[in-house]
């Protein structure tokens, strides 16, 4: 049995190193054997159709009901007739995973698609080069824009986002690196801060800006109204993020006799990175469709305002807002329009944030 | 003379090995062939990383992989039970015979693949939230299988993991309170709860202190009786120790070969590849 020749290397048949085989995935399923579970899905679409036709089931809704139901029966038949009773249960869970996320996009393709809908029509070059100072609330589309929103958004969102950056990281910082004696009370208001209405930070400022200190309304007002949300977002997703790294990282740049503001600098930061991007962005879009806030500290504003220390200013949702409450046809146009470039700058900030956040180096 | 001095080590070295080996007579426990691969490859994305493996495991025999690290050992032994799939750019080719029939065929249920073919980590990874006892029955809830003598399953697989004495006292704390060493047993003893006919171990004792080694390797010797075992290792001494046979791997840049498989004593005394016996009297790697 135990022969040297018995256990040595197979001589290859033709000792070419051309004659490599072609690599392949036998765990991916072939297209014969997916054809069960096609042919199954098609039984499930006709006999919910056949079940909606002659029973009380009626309507789309009645449909996807009767669907859900007999697709399940049917994978779970399917793969308890071909495996087992195991493999059965494994098709249940997995075709209600399934369905539930198909429920979670459901509202939000519909909502992308509506907003697409009414929003696109009234999209021309011109409204990102006008503004509405000189055109009535039943003016025609091809007439004013929003270019004074746009701007206006870009400020307070720009602004609040600077605001926000240091103050919610810093904190991220000292509830985990610093773990400072009153890390447990700052990690307790950040929770509180982060369930606040967003009106009442609108409030705040109000209260604090105009009443105390004697302000006016400004971009810069509404910009710190939305730090006031978009800090404790911040904090606690760059917190979790943080806690995420290893201390062995830590302990590996304190033993090479590095200071802690130079470990948490040099090493852990960078190695959040990603995350840390991630948790502004959540910040950013906690605060980018904020119109509550904006009402009471901005002011509003149908022209242009270039100067966000002085004077009233519009932004993307308050020009919504506005639109929709005149009540003509044409400004219902202007608000789903509003709605759909809000959606798409959003969009593009989040790209962008993404692409610098998986660059590596 | 500096040449003269080193191979005087080394071959020191090399009989001291062979001696090891020489220790354990392979296929006096021989009872077939347990798992073969035939003409195995492997590749990640367009890398070709393992080339034409083909090597029988005899049940009731332990077979050492050995080779220097990158050289696709590991990747080998996650190909025998189907564990290659996890990484999404990966591909291979050539078949893996468990009882003759290939575990890569059309059809087959990947989870009774790996119900007979377990595995043993490199880090010990026993279920955090499980206490030992549930530890070690965890791969039959986890499997669905239903047994009546659970408590004698358990102290069976504790015994023959080396593990019973030492924590038959405390069944019901978690898995984690234990040594490291204690640990990788608990894990041997999680895999022989579903009893296996092949055992895979990658590197099983590369985290553990010579003691914990030293037992585990008794546990590898015990369990061998009864299965085909396959354990990847970097360490020399315990390829001799541990093994009836020994497949050197190698890869010269290209995709990872395996270069000569033998008896371990003769992997050690006189193998036949010249590149086996500089990398067994430690010239390179």
């Not at chain 1, 809908?117 to 070059?125: D, E, H, N, T, Y």
Request: with cysteine; hydrophobic share 45%; charged share 15%.
């Amino acid at each position: 049995m135990s022969t040297l020749t018995d256990n040595m290397p197979k001589e290859p048949l033709v000792p070419n190193k051309l004659s490599t085989p072609k690599p392949i995935k036998p765990w991916k399923a072939t297209p014969k054997q997916l054809l069960p579970d096609f042919l199954g899905a098609i039984v499930a679409v006709v006999t919910s159709l056949v079940v909606v036709a002659f029973s009380p089931m009626a309507g789309i809704l009645g449909f996807i009901l009767t669907f859900i139901v007999i697709s399940i029966i049917t994978a779970a038949s399917i793969s308890g007739i071909r495996q087992d009773r195991k493999a059965a249960a494994n098709s249940v869970s997995t075709m209600v995973i399934y369905f539930l996320a198909a429920f979670v996009l459901l509202p939000v393709v519909s909502i992308i698609f509506e907003i697409i809908r009414k929003g696109a029509p009234g999209l021309s070059f011109g409204i990102f080069f006008d503004d509405m100072s000189v055109t009535a609330s039943d003016a025609p589309l091809s007439e004013g824009g929003l270019l004074h929103a746009l701007v206006g958004s870009l400020y307070v969102v720009v602004l609040a986002t600077i605001v926000s950056i240091p103050i919610g990281i810093l904190t991220a910082l000292y509830l985990t690196e610093v773990k400072g004696r009153a890390a447990g009370t700052v990690r307790f208001f950040v929770q509180a801060m982060s369930g606040v209405p967003s009106i009442v930070a609108g409030l705040f400022i109000y209260a604090v800006w105009m009443i105390s200190l004697g302000g006016t309304y400004t971009t810069a007002a509404g910009s710190l109204a939305l730090a006031i949300l978009m800090i404790p977002t911040v904090a606690r997703t760059a917190e979790e993020v943080l806690k995420l790294i290893p201390t062995d990282l830590r302990e590996a740049g304190l033993a090479l006799g590095a200071t802690q503001w130079k470990t948490v600098a040099l090493v852990v930061i960078p190695a959040a990175r990603s995350g840390l991007i991630t948790a502004v962005i959540l910040g950013t879009a906690r605060v980018a469709g904020e119109t509550a806030p904006l009402l009471l500290t901005i002011g509003g504003n149908d022209a242009m305002n270039w100067n966000p220390l002085s004077g009233n200013n519009s932004a993307l949702p308050f020009y919504v807002w506005k639109n929709f409450g005149l009540g003509t046809e044409t400004g219902a146009d202007r608000a789903w329009t509003g709605i759909f470039v809000l959606m798409v700058v959003v969009m593009i900030f989040f790209s962008i944030a993404r692409v610098l956040g998986n660059k590596k180096g | 003379m500096n040449n003269e001095r080193e191979n005087e080590m080394s071959e020191t070295k090399t009989n001291s090995l062979a001696s090891i080996a020489a220790a354990r007579t392979p296929g006096t426990t021989a009872m077939g062939v347990g798992l073969e691969a035939r003409s195995v490859h492997a590749w990640f994305g367009q890398k070709h990383v393992l080339s034409d493996i083909s090597l029988d495991f005899y049940a009731g025999t332990v077979t050492a992989l050995i080779g220097p690290s990158g050289c696709g050992k590991s990747t080998f032994i996650r190909i025998l039970n189907r564990m290659h799939e996890f990484i999404p750019s990966a591909a291979m080719a050539g078949e893996v015979l468990l009882d003759g029939k290939d575990v890569y065929r059309a059809g087959v249920d990947v989870t009774k693949i790996r119900l007979g073919i377990g595995m043993v980590f490199q880090k010990p990874n026993p279920f955090p939230s499980m206490t030992i006892k549930e530890n070690v029955l965890s791969g039959l809830k986890l499997a669905q299988i239903k047994i009546n003598n659970a408590d004698e399953l358990l102290e069976d697989c504790l015994v023959r993991a080396g593990l019973w004495s030492e924590v038959k006292d405390r069944l019901d704390q978690y898995g984690g309170t234990l040594s490291g060493g204690q640990q990788q047993r608990l894990c041997i003893a999680r895999s022989l709860a579903v009893k296996p006919q092949v055992l895979l171990m990658d590197e099983p004792c590369s985290a553990l202190d010579p003691g914990s080694t030293l037992r585990i390797e008794e546990t590898i010797r015990d369990l061998s009786k009864t299965m085909t075992i396959v354990i990847v290792t970097h360490n020399m001494q315990q390829a001799a120790r541990v093994s009836d046979y020994t497949g050197f791997f190698l890869s010269d840049g290209g995709p990872g070969e395996l270069v000569e498989a033998a008896p371990t004593s003769h992997i050690f005394s006189n193998p036949k590849d010249k590149r086996t016996e500089d990398y067994v009297t430690g010239r390179f790697g």
